[in-house]
T-cell receptor
């Protein structure tokens, strides 16, 4: 079945460091891919999305490119801020399923 | 902009009691989803409704039931509560045709003592 695997956290970075959170997926068909972010005590918020191969999603300085050949959708940001501290979830939708399948989440802690 | 509303935000129950969680989706969103998130875990899909009809079912225990009403709000009913039901319960709604782009509510934190 469909699944998402993302790197385990926590990821601890200093402010202005480069961020990569790896995400790979297994799916039948052609799913859409998403990154959701969950700040402490809040619900999930859509951060960015890509609906087909080679699409790049971007928002708030974060980027991720839908790579079909490597079945990946890695999240990157060039310079993180303390306010980016949160849990990041990679997710897929579609293919053989019509529900969101989440990865296990990666906690990012950015220190000043 | 309107967001998904959930009530209550916090709920404390004893074992074997019942609980009802409510969700008010964003207006004109056609699909409502319920998720359960345990501590440090990813959200687990429970059930969804499309235009007031159950559209998909995930890992929802038989002790739980849900429905969507004519005004599109949804309720998750939980009976014979167990300690393991303690979790964050999220409702999400989705605009027509937007696939996995779901808008999440702030969640209800249920604690079963």
């Amino acid at each position: 079945g469909n699944s998402v695997t993302q790197m385990e956290g926590p990821v601890t970075l200093s402010e202005e460091a480069f961020l990569t959170i790896n995400c790979t997926y297994t799916a039948t068909g052609y799913p859409s891919l998403f990154w959701y972010v969950q700040y402490p005590g809040e619900g999930l918020q859509l951060l960015l999305k890509a609906t087909k191969a080679d699409d790049k999603g971007s928002n708030k300085g974060f980027e991720a490119t839908y790579r079909k050949e490597t079945t990946s959708f890695h999240l990157e940001k060039g310079s993180v801020q303390v306010s980016d501290s949160a849990v990041y979830f990679c997710a897929l939708y579609g293919g053989a399923t019509n529900k969101l399948i989440f990865g296990t989440g990666t906690l990012l802690a950015v220190q000043p | 902009a309107a967001g998904v509303i959930q009530s209550p935000r916090h709920l404390i129950k004893e074992k074997r009691e019942t609980a009802t969680l409510k969700c008010y989706p964003i207006p004109r969103h056609d699909t409502v989803y319920w998720y359960q998130q345990g501590p440090g875990q990813d959200p687990q899909f429970l059930i969804s409704f499309y235009e007031k009809m159950q559209s998909d079912k995930g890992s929802i225990p038989d002790r739980f039931s849900a429905q969507q009403f004519s005004d599109y709000h949804s309720e998750l009913n939980m009976s014979s509560l167990e300690l393991g039901d303690s979790a964050l319960y999220f409702c999400a709604s989705r605009p027509l045709g937007r696939g996995g782009e779901q808008f999440f509510g702030p969640g209800t934190r249920l604690t079963v003592l």
